[in-house]
């Protein structure tokens, strides 16, 4: 069974940071890309960020460019997303998922982490 668990959630002022963490097991999730995804309350759940299996190449929706960063644990199975000069409109649930390529589609979701980023 594929599980991915998201922490790291919380409640931050505006400005602040935060470190969101996805934990993979079930499964060798060294060859799978790995991704981020947000939903705020009342919008579709919109890409955030991905990373290659190999942590090498990455990509990012253009709101959260140059102020939030995606990696890759050295055993390939956690991802990481450090998220700086956190905003109000970054206040979402975000997920971790997984898949065969960092373009998508992501084929395996954890259950999502709060993030509320207060003004």
């Known amino acids: 069974q594929v599980q991915l668990v998201e922490s790291g959630g919380g409640l931050v002022q505006a400005g602040g940071s935060l470190r969101l963490s996805c934990a993979a097991s079930?499964?060798?999730?060294?060859?799978?890309?790995m991704g981020w995804f947000r939903q705020a309350p009342g919008k579709e759940r919109e890409f955030v960020a991905a990373?290659?299996?190999?942590?090498?190449?990455?990509r990012y929706t253009d709101s959260v460019k140059g102020r939030f960063t995606i990696s890759r644990g050295y055993a390939k199975s956690t991802m990481f997303l450090r998220m700086n000069s956190l905003k109000p409109e970054d206040t979402a649930v975000y997920y971790c998922?997984?898949?065969?390529?960092?373009?998508?589609?992501?084929?395996?979701w954890g259950q999502g982490t709060q993030v509320t980023v207060s003004s």
């Open positions: 998922a997984a898949g065969g390529s960092y373009s998508g589609p992501f084929d395996y």
């Open positions: 079930g499964r060798t999730f060294s060859s799978y890309a």
């Open positions: 990373v290659s299996w190999s942590g090498g190449s990455t």
